[in-house]
C-alpha cells in the first residue's frame, strides 16, 4: 500500500482519543505493516496510528536503527513507571521542534501483539520515552503540551508568525 500520509500540528484529528482495538482482522495487520512502513521511510524511532489518521490504539518503534527490531503494540497500558528524567523529543507531527520534556526513564507496559497475544515488557531510557511519546499520541497529547510554560509560549508565537508568513 501507498505510503500513508503523516498528519501535522495543528491538524484537529491529532488530538482526538483513539479507540480500544477488539477486532484483530486484516486490517490491524495492515495498520501495522502500514506503520512500520512510514517509520522506517521518515527514520522516525516510533509511530501511533493517529498520525496517519487511523483511530485505533495502535503503534510501532524501533530504535534498532537498522530497522532489524521492530515493536507492536496495541491497547498499550503503563502498569508502572518510575525514574523521572528531561529528554529531548521532537515528532513527526510537529516538525522542526525539539524540546525537554519530563518522562519515566523505567517502564513496565502490557499490551496485545498484533495478532491479539497479550504480552508485558520492561522498558529503559529511550524505549520507554518513546513508548510513553507515543502513547501520549493515543490520547490525543503531544510533546508540545508538556514543555515548560515558558518554551510553550515560544512556540506558540513561532507557529503565528509561521502562520503569518505563508
Ligand atoms: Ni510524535
Redesign the pocket.
Known sequence: MAQRPILEYPDPRLRMRADLVTVFDASVAELVDDLLEALYATR?I???AP?VNDRRRVLVADLSGDGSAPRVYVNPEILSSTMPGIVE??????PGVVGNVVRSTRVRVRALDRFGQPFERDLEGMDAVCLQ??M??LEGK??VDRLSPIRRLLFRAAGKSRRRAV
Open positions: 522516525a516510533g509511530l501511533s498520525q523529543e521532537s515528532c513527526l507531527s510537529v511519546h507515543e501520549d499520541h503531544l510533546f
